[in-house]
């Protein structure tokens, strides 16, 4: 299966700043096939980007993502709020789909 | 408005069994595919299962493969999961999710309940 790691595990930062969030797979993920998603507290996920790059129905353009091959992006251009909250990358190009460990973006 | 509610969760000794259910409205539930996703208390989320529209293709974690069946009854716009040989470790929070595309199993999980969840503890 492909094993995904996200980095960092915590970033500490202050509304309006950028956010850049990496995920990196153990092997190639087919077609870009990765998807990043957004978790608050005491809520379900909810799909940000998917095909690496194309933001879902109602995402914000301030959410953007980059990559291919082993190494993925998600960027927040200026933090907002609500965008407080812990994203994951997901792999689905390969079953077992997969998802990494998650980076929790917290206000400094 | 797609609405997915979860059900069937509860404490279950290890080495028993339990069965999930998820309610899918607002939606034409047969032209999906359906996943489950976990998330262990306080931990990450975790991909179970996943069955295409017409229940063609499926697929499991390695954590659960051989112990887990999903299933889907399309003339009852319901999703499930059999879990059999519960192990601690399978105390998570279990989520129905819909695939995000049409007619494909794409994996890409598009909308998502509010979870049951299952407690293994003897």
């Known amino acids: 299966e492909i094993v995904l790691t996200q980095s960092p595990g915590t970033l500490s930062l202050s509304p309006g700043e950028r956010a850049t969030l990496s995920c990196r797979a153990s092997?190639?993920?087919?077609?870009?096939?990765l998807a990043w998603y957004q978790q608050k507290p005491g809520q379900a996920p909810r799909l940000l980007i998917y095909g690496a790059s194309s933001r879902a129905t109602g995402i914000p353009d301030r959410f953007s993502g980059s990559g291919s091959g082993t190494d993925f992006t998600l960027t927040i251009s200026r933090l907002e709020p609500e965008d407080f909250a812990v994203y994951y990358c997901q792999q689905y190009g390969n079953s077992p789909f997969t998802f990494g460990p998650g980076t929790k973006v917290d206000i400094k | 408005e797609v609405q997915l509610v979860e059900s069937g969760g509860g404490l279950q000794q290890p080495g028993r069994s339990l069965r999930l259910s998820c309610a899918a409205s607002g939606f034409t539930f047969d032209d999906y595919a359906m996943h489950w996703v976990r998330q262990a208390p306080g931990k990450g989320l975790e991909w179970v299962s996943g069955i295409s529209w017409n229940s063609a293709t499926t697929g499991y974690a390695d954590s659960v493969k051989g112990r887990f069946t999903i299933s889907r009854d399309n003339a009852k716009n319901s999703l499930y999961l059999q879990m059999n040989s519960l192990r601690t470790e399978d105390t998570a929070l279990y989520y129905c999710?819909?695939?995000?595309?049409?007619?494909?199993?794409?994996?890409?999980?598009?909308?998502w309940g509010q979870g049951t969840l299952v407690t293994v503890s003897s």
């Open positions: 999710a819909k695939d995000r595309l049409w007619g494909s199993y794409s994996g890409t999980l598009g909308y």
């Open positions: 092997q190639s993920v087919s077609s870009s096939y």
